[in-house]
């Protein structure tokens, strides 16, 4: 159980166009999913915190205009990357909890973006 | 915000030796601590994870204790094996669910 998966697992794109990455849960429903960003051989930084049904909290120094996250359901959450630049190339990694109150987190396996 | 610090970076030990990873956290209302195990190009596996209300779990050759005096914990690897190679990241949550991740340790099991 508490599996969670991203479409697509990659994605090279050209600079200045938007990609759209998917997050969902699988077989539970996540009131909340995380949004993180990890460059080659550094740590998972923390991007944004979805809830269902309400704007995403951005962390400090994460532009949610160029970030926009959307969680319609409490089984999928989606991250666009509006004007990607190369610098936006990193690894993409969502997780979810099953409710507000539970520690643990499930992470999906991450969505390689290259923006050429 | 929480700032996790994480210690060595890498770290190379023999097999069967024992592997310490050591992480520090700025805020004192952080109550849960996982640890996550990386392998390259994967999503983190959690592989132990303590409480505030507990000062040391232990799961065969994997233990973690809590010093929340000192607002510090250690992830302890014993009897390691080369399976054991990764990237070991600790973290820091008020409950609240958001994770702040450590800097990451590469270990490397030599055989």
């Known amino acids: 159980g508490a599996v969670v998966s991203q479409h697509p697992s990659w994605v090279i794109c050209k600079s200045g166009t938007s990609v759209k990455i998917e997050c969902r849960s699988l077989d539970f429903q996540a009131t909340t999913m995380f949004w993180y960003r990890q460059f080659p051989k550094q740590s998972l930084m923390l991007m944004a915190t979805?809830?269902?049904?309400?704007?995403?909290?951005?962390e400090q120094g994460v532009e949610k205009d160029k970030f926009l996250i959307n969680h319609a359901s409490l089984t999928l959450s989606t991250l666009t990357v509006t004007s990607a630049h190369p610098e936006d190339s990193s690894f993409y990694i969502c997780?979810?909890?099953?409710?507000?109150?539970?520690?643990?987190?499930?992470f999906g396996p991450g969505t390689r973006l290259t923006v050429t | 915000g929480e700032n996790v610090e994480q210690h060595p970076s890498t770290l190379s030990v023999q097999e069967g030796d024992s592997a310490v990873i050591k992480c520090t956290y700025s805020d004192s209302a952080s109550n849960y601590f996982p640890w996550y195990k990386q392998e390259l190009g994967k999503r983190p596996q959690l592989i132990i994870d303590?409480?505030?209300?507990?000062g040391e779990k232990k799961d065969q050759r994997i233990a973690v204790t809590l010093n929340k005096t000192a607002k510090h914990f250690s992830l302890h690897i014993t009897e390691t094996q080369p399976e054991d190679s990764a990237v070991y990241f600790c973290a820091a949550s008020t409950g609240g669910n958001q994770f702040y991740f450590g800097t990451g340790t590469s270990l490397t099991v030599i055989p």
């Open positions: 997780s979810a909890s099953v409710h507000s109150t539970s520690y643990e987190q499930y």
């Open positions: 979805s809830n269902e049904g309400s704007k995403a909290t951005y």
């Open positions: 303590i409480r505030s209300n507990v």
